[in-house]
């Protein structure tokens, strides 16, 4: 990883190179390898083609992506799950690559293809499934969470060995992603939300069912219609896939969820409330009413203020309202309206009381 880290540094800092770590630690765990064999210090590994049973396996992995969205480029995570025997892959972009979105990804992903698959899911150690490798084998040490989630779902997980050496173990979803990335995401696609592109990546999906795969007689849908007849039925009942906090808010009217703080009504200060945060949105209860909702922030350290949860407040003393940083995000976002420039209250006489009372 030093290694990996210091060529990063020296494409940027001596060559101004435009690329990513990521994309440097992905060229390195490749040439690694090959250097290697070339200079005759390491064999090249042998592969055993393998065959795959319809509606037996698939793979699941993340990806990191590039968008520019509401104007920003930022770095998201595209989840990614590919069933091994027809090739058919669903995607899901995320502000993070957490549990929440690790769940969500598979929830959408099964729905959309109308069940599970029978045997298993190939993965590697991801700390939302892993919580401690146990030595080289197969064994590990699961999360709570995800245990009762793929016991919800009847998930049957098969990790992929750490490191390099169990890259190829997952290959059909590693490929699946360096392809929907060069196909979909170049150039840069330009969205408002996160919403937005994933109606685009569902489309996307949808016309990459039409193609045919290496050397293969029938397109991707072709195969996944003769499997998906062979998948298990999904569980009737929902699982819910946020992760639960219940802050304090604070005088600011602010909630610290993670790195980064939320608004919410002013009534509320003092009080505790409930969060559910998803991976791209996080909706606030009072007891059990919802009182506030937040697409989630990227940027760690940021805040997103609503411009309504501070009226009552901005009444009262009507001459913070010029700089409100409510105010300036809603402008920003264009969610200031004339409702919210409305006649102010007037303001108080020496005497404490407004004219005419």
């Known amino acids: 990883m030093a290694i990996t880290i210091r060529i990063f540094h020296r494409l940027v800092q001596e060559h101004d190179a435009d690329v990513s770590y990521q994309m440097v630690r992905r060229y390195v765990a490749d040439r690694k390898p090959e250097i290697l064999a070339a200079s005759g210090k390491a064999a090249v590994e042998a592969f055993v083609p393998q065959t795959h049973l319809p509606g037996h396996e698939a793979e699941v992995d993340f990806g990191d992506v590039t968008v520019r969205l509401a104007g920003e480029l930022v770095t998201c995570y595209l989840?990614?799950?590919r069933m091994s025997y027809s090739g058919k892959a669903v995607?899901?972009?995320f502000a993070s690559c957490g549990q929440e979105a690790f769940f969500e990804g598979h929830v959408h992903a099964l729905r959309t293809l109308g069940g599970v698959p029978r045997s298993k899911i190939r993965y590697d150690n991801l700390k939302s499934a892993v919580a401690q490798v146990l030595g080289l084998n197969r064994a590990r040490v699961e999360t709570d969470r995800w245990i009762a989630f793929r016991s919800h779902f009847n998930i049957e997980s098969f990790y992929c060995r750490p490191g390099i050496e169990g890259a190829h173990e997952k290959g059909g979803v590693e490929g699946m992603i360096g392809y929907f990335r060069?196909?979909?995401f170049t150039p840069v696609p330009e969205?408002?939300?996160l919403a937005e592109l994933n109606e685009l990546?569902?489309?996307w999906d949808l016309h990459d069912g039409h193609r045919r795969i290496g050397s293969r007689p029938r397109t991707v849908d072709e195969y996944f219609a003769v499997e998906q007849p062979l998948l298990m039925p999904l569980p009737q009942e929902p699982f819910e896939t946020g992760r639960l906090f219940t802050p304090r808010v604070d005088r600011y009217s602010q909630i610290a969820v993670r790195t980064n703080r939320y608004s919410v009504p002013t009534r509320l200060i003092?009080?505790?409330?409930r969060v559910v945060l998803h991976a791209s949105h996080l909706v606030v209860y009072d007891k059990n009413v919802e009182v506030a909702r937040h697409e989630r922030l990227i940027a760690k350290g940021s805040c997103r203020l609503?411009?309504?949860?501070?009226?009552?407040?901005?009444?009262?003393?009507?001459?913070?309202?010029?700089g409100a940083t409510?105010?300036?995000?809603?402008?920003s976002a264009g969610k200031f309206t004339p409702v919210h420039d409305g006649p102010r209250p007037a303001k108080s006489t020496a005497s404490g009381t407004a004219p005419g009372h």
């Open 79 to 81: 989840f990614s799950l």
């Open 91 to 93: 995607h899901r972009v």
């Open 182 to 184: 060069r196909n979909h």
């Open 191 to 193: 969205v408002e939300s």
């Open 201 to 203: 990546v569902d489309q």
């Open 270 to 273: 003092g009080k505790r409330v």
């Open 306 to 322: 609503d411009l309504d949860h501070y009226l009552e407040a901005l009444i009262r003393k009507p001459g913070a309202f010029p």
């Open 326 to 331: 409510a105010l300036e995000q809603a402008r």
